[in-house]
């Protein structure tokens, strides 16, 4: 890793830091921490809703996925477009109708107490192990291909994403979160499209991909391949659209801009992941052999794919950029995660057991100790994570989300499907859906399927891939199925329950007049556009350091697309208002 890697690498964590700060200014109360106050623009909702759905996995993990098995990855992340548009249409109005401010109070106000407490307690070691996870894997990999020692880069991010999500809550969190994507779009639209153009085009990068055949390597049957395909979007669309993942649409100010959030990452996530993997596509177009460039990764040196075209054919400095989108992708994911579990505990446990008449203060401070709690338990997790070695990063995280998050993941999306189910179906059903995940990891055996398939055995691949798309058929049918049929016990509700239920259907009806909406602080867009002016001018700067010749227009391409959208959020200051409306106080922003 070259000096000019390493200054961008710093000069980034600094940035980030300072809008941190920048927007520490706009929390005021513990509604603001939590969930922004429910004032945010639609743009940076969506923002959150787009980089928390990925991290340093992607450009890792799904990279080695992609250099191996050429388009099977995009299926995951189209999967994820698809749950932004039924988010669009359906669950992303449904949820901000709900008014209210946790994920948890959605499960409240849906299942009663008991199941409430049940998913909060579940969900606090799930979020540290995720953010164990995307920690590690950045360690990892930071480690072996940019010789940064694997606790330091733990520690230190581990620091950047709690110093974000303590100082201001939900507001650092989602203005940290439209920088990060913003850069991270620039870095990897412009990386994508270098990369093509030196293939020689989209048909020669298609006809030079080593494989004869559009599912990959090391599979034979076309039916495990689409029944794997088929069972990851529904997976993805599951992911997005349960109650648990419903808070990035509480922070909008109404249904509306709840629904043109989930739109507009939808969108963002059919164009995106083509171009995130043009590079390890040419990568293994060209013939790259990344286990004699990078020994220190072992058997997971596919996972560098992405950083190989990165640091062959580009100029210096862009593996410090690259390094930056990296961190970014674990960044905006971790804060996120961290202020959901703070708003939970503020809301669902402090408020709820320990001190129902709680100050404005008093909960403020709770929520900046959970967040500082979890942090720290997030780094120490990560530290502590051992390797599994008989999966690949890739397969570590299809597991983790299909036998721990699909048991959370089933009732919370039913539960806005139908009302009438009894209160405990919430806790039932995920009893019932942890089992099953127990039973198909512990005693079912992907052999027994050999029979269907007339085969000795499976290849590694397909064994792999049965294996989680037959945990999933499982829990569709079985925990899907069991939530479903407590229909036949439901009973009309009685008493303070009665009142809830009836609340909760007067709500789901009833559109959020502008008397509810929150006042939206257009300085949000002021702050940031100045930002990303600033960004985009110091990437462009970076073209000086190159050696001439055509190699720094990179640097001036990405800056230019950061330093264009920083205009256009900057002109966003005022909404609705010409300038000749505002008070001239306001004219100077």
């Known amino acids: 890793m070259e000096t000019l890697d390493g200054v961008i690498v710093l000069g980034y964590f600094a940035f980030v830091l300072f809008a941190a700060v920048a927007f520490k200014r706009f929390t005021t109360d513990s509604s603001g921490f939590i969930r922004g106050g429910g004032a945010m623009m ?58 209210v401010e946790t994920a948890m109070e959605v499960i409240k106000v849906r299942f009663g107490r008991s199941s409430e407490q049940v998913y909060t307690w579940i969900s606090f070691p799930l979020t540290i192990l995720s953010g164990a996870i995307w920690l590690n894997g950045l360690g990892i990999f930071a480690a072996a291909v940019f010789n940064i020692d694997l606790k330091v880069t733990i520690i230190v991010v581990g620091f950047l994403v709690t110093f974000i999500a303590v100082s201001g809550g939900s507001w650092t969190v989602s203005a940290t979160n439209v920088i990060q994507l913003i850069l991270l779009v620039a870095i ?91 590079p390890p596509w040419v990568t293994a177009s060209m013939g790259a052999d990344l286990s004699a460039t990078y020994p220190t990764l072992g058997a997971s040196a596919n996972n560098a794919a992405y950083v190989y075209y990165i640091d062959h054919y580009l100029p210096t ?31 669902n446990v402090y408020q709820s057991w320990i001190n129902e008449n709680a100050t404005e203060e008093q909960q403020m401070a709770m929520g ?34 299909a036998l721990l998050q699909t048991p959370l993941s089933i009732p919370s999306l039913l539960a806005f499907i139908t009302l009438r189910t009894p209160d405990w179906s919430g806790w039932a059903t995920i009893v019932v859906g942890l089992s099953v995940s127990a039973y198909m990891q512990f005693v079912f055996q992907v052999e027994w399927l050999l029979p269907l398939f007339d ?135």
Not at 202 to 221: A, C, K, Q, W
Not at 328 to 338: E, G, K, N, S, V
């Open 455 to 589: 085969l000795a055995e499976f290849t590694h691949r397909e064994s792999v891939d049965l294996q989680v798309a037959t945990t999933m058929l499982a829990h569709i049918m079985i925990t899907g199925g069991f939530f479903l049929s407590t229909r036949w016990f439901y009973e009309t509700p009685v008493g303070i329950r009665k009142n809830e239920l009836r609340q909760l259907t007067v709500n789901l009806n009833e559109p959020i007049g502008k008397e509810e909406e929150a006042l939206v602080d257009f300085r949000q867009g002021a702050y940031l556009g100045r930002m990303c002016q600033v960004l985009g001018a110091l990437v462009m700067l970076l073209s000086l350091t190159a050696d001439g010749g055509a190699s720094g227009s990179i640097f001036i391409v990405i800056g230019l697309s950061i330093l264009i959208t920083g205009v256009h959020l900057y002109r966003s200051r005022h909404g609705n208002k010409t300038v000749s409306e505002l008070p001239v106080t306001e004219r100077v922003l």
């Open 188 to 278: 990897t639209m412009t990386v994508g499209a270098y990369a093509l153009v030196d293939i020689g085009g989209p048909f020669e990068l298609v006809n030079r991909y080593p494989t004869d055949t559009y599912m990959g390597h090391d599979i034979s049957y076309w039916q495990i391949f689409w029944l794997w395909v088929v069972i990851m979007m529904m997976k993805q669309t599951m992911n997005t659209n349960n109650a648990l993942s419903c808070y990035r649409f509480l922070v909008t100010t109404n249904e509306k801009e709840a629904k043109k959030a989930a739109f507009v990452t939808g969108l963002l996530f059919i164009v995106g992941p083509v171009m995130w993997f043009i």
């Open 368 to 401: 900046k100790m959970a967040t500082l709690v979890n942090g720290v338990l997030c780094v120490f997790a990560a530290l502590m994570f051992a390797s599994v070695k008989e999966y690949s990063f890739f397969d570590i995280m299809m597991f983790f989300g």
């Open 317 to 347: 400095g862009m593996l410090g950029l690259a390094l930056a989108a990296m961190i970014a992708a674990t960044i905006a994911p971790m804060t996120t995660a961290l202020n959901r579990n703070a708003g939970i505990f503020v809301r």
């Open 42 to 99: 639609w743009w940076m909702a969506g923002a959150t809703a787009f980089m928390t759905q990925f991290s340093a996995w992607t450009f890792t993990g799904a990279a080695a996925k992609a250099y191996e098995d050429g388009l099977t990855v995009l299926f995951i992340f189209w999967g994820n477009a698809v749950g932004f548009f039924v988010a669009a249409w359906y669950f992303a109005e449904r949820y901000r109708k709900l008014r």
